[in-house]
Nanobody, 127 residues
Framework: QVKLVESGGGMVQTGGSLRLSCAAS????????VGWFRQAPGKEREFVAA????????FYTRSVNGRFTISKATAENAVTLQMNSLRPEDTAVYYC????????????????????WGQGLQVTVSS
């Protein structure tokens, strides 16, 4: 099973930027995509973005489209989430997750289909 270790996060003012990184060890050819999810206090976990290891397909939730960019460094088995123009509503614990098997569109955003998860990172955006 792939192991995910996240780094980055922290606190920033509204309009600022942060970069989250996810290092995936033990990845196999069956691991198809990596996603970022977030969970704010008192709210359900929600999908943020995902990227496939092959084909470089990316998917974003509407609220971060144009502000966040997900990218990968395949040789390093690493995925990065660059977050710009941050807003207070982006405050949450962010999780990196990996899924096996093909997905596209909506299916790449379903958290139940992601079998491996990182420990989570706190991102706080102050107003």
């Amino acid at each position: 099973q792939v192991k995910l270790v996240e780094s980055g996060g922290g606190m920033v003012q509204t309009g600022g930027s942060l970069r989250l990184s996810c290092a995936a060890s033990g990845r196999t050819v069956s691991d198809y995509a990596v996603g970022w999810f977030r969970q704010a206090p008192g709210k359900e976990r929600e999908f943020v973005a995902a990227i496939t290891w092959t084909g470089n397909h990316t998917f974003y939730t509407r609220s971060v489209n144009g502000r966040f960019t997900i990218s990968k460094a395949t040789a390093e088995n690493a995925v990065t989430l660059q977050m710009n123009s941050l807003r207070p509503e982006d405050t949450a614990v962010y999780y990196c997750a990996s899924r096996a098997g093909y997905c596209t569109g909506y299916r790449c955003s379903v958290s139940a289909d992601f079998g491996s998860w990182g420990q989570g990172l706190q991102v706080t955006v102050s107003s």
